[in-house]
């Protein structure tokens, strides 16, 4: 169960806009982060997740907070193309509450 969010951290993947929200969630004794990643639409309005080939939302976890980090980035980049400088303020604070739209942004690159 995701229980806090962590951080919330923005870029610019090519031409999307790509927030990655990170939680912590326990399990057990141990504690985990996980990673979602979403992509902006209706000019930072919305978000819709970013989605694997098959429409389900891409997540990564670890037990580490900036690995997990990491490692959602190097898939972004590696779907959507080279990073931008990271966006520290691009998250409007009265868009605190933002619909999540469905389905997830379907990954349409051709498989391996």
Request: proline residues 9%.
């Amino acid at each position: 169960m995701l229980e806090e969010l962590v951080s919330t951290n923005v870029y610019v993947f090519g031409a999307e806009v790509c927030e990655v929200n990170i939680f912590r969630e326990r399990l057990g004794a141990m504690t985990a982060y996980m990673a979602l990643a979403y992509v902006q639409e209706d000019q930072g309005h919305a978000l819709r997740a970013v989605g694997d080939k098959d429409g389900m939302p891409v997540a990564r976890q670890s037990g580490n907070p900036v690995f997990v980090l990491e490692q959602m980035r190097r898939y972004l980049e590696s779907r959507f193309g080279p990073p931008e400088p990271k966006l520290t303020d691009a998250i409007d604070p009265a868009l605190d509450y933002r619909p999540i739209i469905e389905p997830p942004l379907r990954d349409s690159r051709p498989r391996h």
